[in-house]
């Protein structure tokens, strides 16, 4: 009898820890459950790259072709620094630390290419959210213009960007991004077609232009770009 209470307790105890470890790991945001973070101490695992997450394999990002269209950049992080302007009430210039120091999320994101791939991968970044609101978008403000070292750009709406809680990453399958994977930040722009992911992103532009058209949206892609598009978007 006192063996079958002591082992009810061990269970219980177990129980109860994993509850608050899961609470711990797995916390959402209000406005996107897909969300997880922010993360503490027990959701850094070093630099080890992880192959699967959940059960779910993942890719190896490093392996995918380059389809840059001046192949990977180099990015002095010593000089580097991201801008925020346009449209805004308080121009940004965010050293690298600066915008690690925001809270931390993951989202296991398939990222899907117009030449017929994709790649599934864990990352992690910062909220595009958080890093808008230091700079306090005009109400005229419509559309994110993100351009990138190799002066590449792209756009979408800034309604977008916030209600889905677009990330800026920094580092995918818990490694941090190396050059060919947009290092030091790329936009996950999850459900967006892969030009969208704008790549060695230098500057985040605010406008209240809502046709802006990037460089491949110039060449005829079209600038809705998403994955699964409803009755109302673009081909």
């Given at each position: 009898?006192?063996?079958?209470?002591?082992?009810t307790?061990?269970?219980?105890?177990?129980?109860f820890?994993?509850?608050?470890?899961?609470?711990?790991?797995?916390s959402?945001?209000?406005?996107?459950?897909?969300?997880?973070?922010?993360?503490?101490?027990?959701r850094?695992?070093?630099s080890?790259?992880?192959?699967?997450?959940?059960?779910?394999?993942?890719?190896?990002?490093?392996?995918?072709?380059?389809?840059?269209?001046?192949?990977?950049q180099?990015?002095?992080?010593?000089?580097?620094?991201?801008?925020?302007?346009?449209?805004?009430?308080?121009p940004?210039?965010?050293?690298?630390?600066?915008?690690?120091?925001?809270?931390r999320?993951?989202?296991?994101?398939?990222?899907?290419?117009?030449?017929?791939?994709?790649?599934?991968?864990?990352?992690?970044?910062?909220?595009?959210?958080?890093?808008?609101?230091?700079?306090?978008?005009?109400?005229?403000?419509?559309?994110?213009?993100?351009?990138?070292?190799?002066?590449?750009?792209?756009?979408?709406?800034?309604?977008?960007?916030?209600?889905?809680?677009?990330?800026?990453?920094?580092?995918?399958?818990?490694?941090?991004?190396?050059?060919?994977?947009?290092?030091?930040?790329?936009?996950?722009?999850?459900?967006?077609?892969?030009?969208?992911?704008?790549?060695?992103?230098?500057?985040?532009?605010?406008?209240?232009?809502?046709?802006?058209?990037?460089?491949?949206?110039?060449?005829?892609?079209?600038?809705?770009?998403?994955?699964?598009?409803?009755?109302?978007?673009?081909?």
């Open positions: 009898m006192h063996r079958l209470l002591r082992t307790c061990v269970v219980l105890l177990a129980l820890i994993g509850t608050i470890c899961g609470c711990a790991v797995r959402q945001t209000s406005q996107d459950k897909d969300v997880k973070g922010p993360l503490g101490p027990a850094d695992l070093g080890v790259e992880i192959d699967q997450y959940e059960g779910k394999p993942l890719t190896d990002f490093k392996a995918l072709p380059d389809n840059s269209v001046r192949g990977p180099s990015v002095d992080l010593s000089a580097y620094r991201l801008v925020i302007d346009g449209a805004v009430r308080s940004q210039r965010l050293t690298y630390a600066e915008v690690l120091s925001h809270t999320y993951q989202k296991l994101i398939t990222l899907h290419c117009v030449e017929g791939w994709d790649a599934t991968g864990l990352f992690e970044g910062v909220l595009m959210r958080d890093l808008l609101a230091l700079a306090g978008p005009l109400p005229s403000a419509v559309t994110v213009i993100f351009h990138g070292q190799d002066d590449y750009t792209t756009s979408l709406p800034l309604a977008t960007v916030l209600d889905r809680n677009l990330l800026l990453a920094y580092r995918v399958n818990n490694n941090d991004l190396i050059a060919r994977n947009g290092y030091p930040f790329q936009l996950a722009a999850e459900d967006k077609w892969g030009y969208k992911w704008c790549k060695w992103v230098v500057r985040i532009e605010l406008s209240t232009d809502p046709d802006y058209k990037g460089f491949w949206e110039r060449q005829g892609y079209g600038n809705d770009a998403e994955v699964n598009p409803g009755p109302t978007s673009d081909p």
